[in-house]
């Protein structure tokens, strides 16, 4: 009886911690990297799209911006914590650009490296989530 009792409780825990990971309730880390970096990628349709990062706290020591997917990859080193680049873009991709996320290598101060990821999008369209992870 003991044992049965003991295995239902044990369940109950798991079944409590399973609940709470997948609510979100271990995104403090997420939350943080939200409210310090903010990435953006807008293609106009002029031919270019504008990839703009800021760090509010600005303790970013450098960033590797890379644009994924493209024939020749195209990447670029900053030091600073804010900028804005503008990367020649003549056709819209076939596929969508989804097949075009950019990603960000971040050296940070404070949170050591942290990698940002984020489409690119046109004006009137919903600016798309970003994920941030911890490499």
């Known amino acids: 009886?003991?044992?049965?009792?003991?295995?239902?409780i044990s369940l109950g825990i798991?079944?409590?911690?399973?609940?709470?990971?997948?609510?979100?309730?271990?995104t403090d880390d997420k939350d943080l990297l939200r409210q310090t970096f903010q990435i953006e990628a807008v293609y106009y349709d002029s031919g270019y799209v504008e990839i703009s990062y800021?760090?509010?706290?600005?303790?970013?020591?450098?960033?590797v911006m890379e644009i994924l997917g493209m024939e020749e990859s195209f990447q670029k080193s900053f030091s600073t914590s804010?900028?804005?680049?503008?990367?020649p873009?003549?056709?819209?991709?076939?596929?969508g650009w989804?097949?075009?996320p950019v990603v960000l290598e971040i050296d940070h101060k404070e949170f050591g490296?942290?990698?940002?990821?984020?489409?690119?999008?046109?004006?009137?369209?919903?600016?798309?989530?970003?994920?941030?992870?911890?490499?």
């Open 1 to 8: 009886m003991a044992r049965k009792f003991l295995s239902i």
């Open 14 to 26: 798991i079944t409590i911690f399973a609940l709470v990971f997948l609510a979100g309730g271990g």
């Open 54 to 63: 800021f760090d509010k706290s600005g303790k970013t020591n450098s960033v």
């Open 82 to 87: 804010e900028f804005i680049e503008i990367v």
């Open 89 to 95: 873009f003549p056709n819209l991709p076939k596929y």
């Open 98 to 100: 989804p097949i075009h």
């Open 113 to 135: 490296r942290i990698q940002l990821k984020t489409e690119i999008h046109s004006l009137d369209e919903p600016v798309p989530r970003v994920i941030y992870s911890r490499p």
